[in-house]
């Protein structure tokens, strides 16, 4: 990409003229001089100098998403030459979220570096619409969310995660726990069932957390609304307020097998909407080095 491409790109995403000048080891006046020459060969404004941080007129828009292309362009040509060249040492550029890092990956990149030890990773850790945001913009190579499939996008299924039940054993007796797990695993004592989880104290996450929604579908299929005492947003914090006995919440098999401990009594639920599944999002039709289709492979038969 020429020097023009990349100074109006680094403006653009700074959104400050000072900011990019250093990131690109240049005087801050020597940069807005550039930016007007480029605007002035192109006859158009591409930054409204008026705002604060600066934001992109609708040329300016328009020249960023070519600017892109060109950017993609680029990064896909040299994953091709380095492959060409047996090039052992790269970098991969990943974007997952704060639970699949944790959860998953570290025994993934284990694995992996066991084939490329040569191979360096980038981790960024983001919700699923500002990891989309990553990945079109070039940012990253490969994400990885339980989000909804994105325009432009091509996805690959590689985990699937089962939700389950966390209730403090001082919360709740024998029998109760009994009829409660009939019911979530086997479908039977329904009433029963129902009654006992209504008079339960739950730990909820925000609406803002994606896995809420699908906590939300599993308590409609139940049948019964949770009786919350408390919300958090990460879903490892309402599993410590679980151990300490607060109240009630959903966890993951993960969490289960990475965290046990004595004080909580865990129930599968059996229904299909206490699965989540996990999508490998790659630009559509961009290149796929070889260590990155590695990666994506590894990432699937992880746990299989």
């Given at each position: 990409?020429?020097?023009?491409?990349?100074?109006?790109?680094?403006?653009?995403?700074?959104?400050?003229?000072?900011?990019?000048?250093?990131?690109?080891?240049?005087?801050?006046?020597?940069?807005?001089?550039?930016?007007?020459?480029?605007?002035?060969?192109?006859?158009?404004?591409?930054?409204?100098?008026?705002?604060?941080?600066?934001?992109?007129?609708?040329?300016?828009?328009?020249?960023?998403?070519?600017?892109?292309?060109?950017?993609?362009?680029?990064?896909?040509?040299?994953?091709?030459?380095?492959?060409?060249?047996?090039?052992?040492?790269?970098?991969?550029?990943?974007?997952?979220?704060?639970?699949?890092?944790?959860?998953?990956?570290?025994?993934?990149?284990?694995?992996?570096?066991?084939?490329?030890?040569?191979?360096?990773?980038?981790?960024?850790?983001?919700?699923?619409?500002?990891?989309?945001?990553?990945?079109?913009?070039?940012?990253?190579?490969?994400?990885?969310?339980?989000?909804?499939?994105?325009?432009?996008?091509?996805?690959?299924?590689?985990?699937?995660?089962?939700?389950?039940?966390?209730?403090?054993?001082?919360?709740?007796?024998?029998h109760d726990f009994?009829?409660?797990?009939?019911?979530?695993?086997?479908?039977?004592?329904?009433?029963?069932?129902?009654?006992?989880?209504?008079?339960?104290?739950?730990?909820?996450?925000?609406?803002?957390?994606?896995?809420?929604?699908?906590?939300?579908?599993?308590?409609?299929?139940?049948?019964?609304?949770?009786?919350?005492?408390?919300?958090?947003?990460?879903?490892?914090?309402?599993?410590?307020?679980?151990?300490?006995?607060?109240?009630?919440?959903?966890?993951?098999?993960?969490?289960?097998?990475?965290?046990?401990?004595?004080?909580?009594?865990?129930?599968?639920?059996?229904?299909?909407?206490?699965?989540?599944?996990?999508?490998?999002?790659?630009?559509?039709?961009?290149?796929?080095?070889?260590?990155?289709?590695?990666?994506?492979?590894?990432?699937k038969n992880y746990?299989?």
């Amino acid at each position: 990409m020429d020097l023009e491409h990349q100074y109006f790109y680094e403006v653009s995403r700074t959104r400050n003229m000072t900011k990019a000048a250093h990131n690109l080891f240049i005087s801050q006046p020597a940069l807005s001089v550039a930016i007007k020459k480029l605007e002035g060969r192109l006859g158009v404004e591409l930054f409204d100098r008026q705002s604060n941080p600066l934001t992109l007129t609708e040329a300016g828009r328009l020249f960023l998403t070519e600017t892109n292309k060109i950017r993609l362009a680029e990064h896909d040509f040299k994953q091709q030459l380095e492959d060409y060249h047996q090039v052992q040492v790269q970098t991969l550029y990943v974007g997952s979220s704060q639970y699949f890092n944790a959860y998953y990956l570290p025994a993934v990149l284990k694995e992996y570096r066991l084939v490329h030890p040569t191979v360096h990773f980038q981790i960024i850790e983001k919700n699923a619409q500002l990891l989309n945001k990553e990945l079109y913009a070039g940012n990253v190579d490969i994400v990885v969310h339980c989000g909804n499939k994105a325009k432009q996008l091509s996805r690959q299924l590689v985990q699937k995660d089962r939700l389950l039940l966390a209730i403090p054993k001082e919360l709740i007796s024998k029998h109760d726990f009994g009829v409660v797990s009939n019911y979530l695993s086997k479908q039977q004592s329904k009433q029963q069932g129902i009654a006992v989880l209504n008079k339960l104290p739950f730990i909820s996450l925000s609406s803002s957390n994606n896995l809420a929604i699908l906590v939300k579908q599993i308590c409609d299929h139940l049948s019964f609304q949770p009786h919350t005492v408390l919300e958090g947003y990460q879903l490892e914090t309402a599993f410590h307020m679980a151990c300490c006995g607060i109240g009630a919440t959903f966890i993951t098999e993960q969490i289960r097998n990475f965290s046990p401990v004595q004080g909580l009594y865990f129930i599968d639920i059996n229904i299909p909407a206490a699965i989540r599944s996990y999508y490998a999002y790659t630009r559509a039709e961009s290149y796929h080095s070889k260590c990155l289709n590695d990666f994506i492979s590894l990432l699937k038969n992880y746990n299989k």
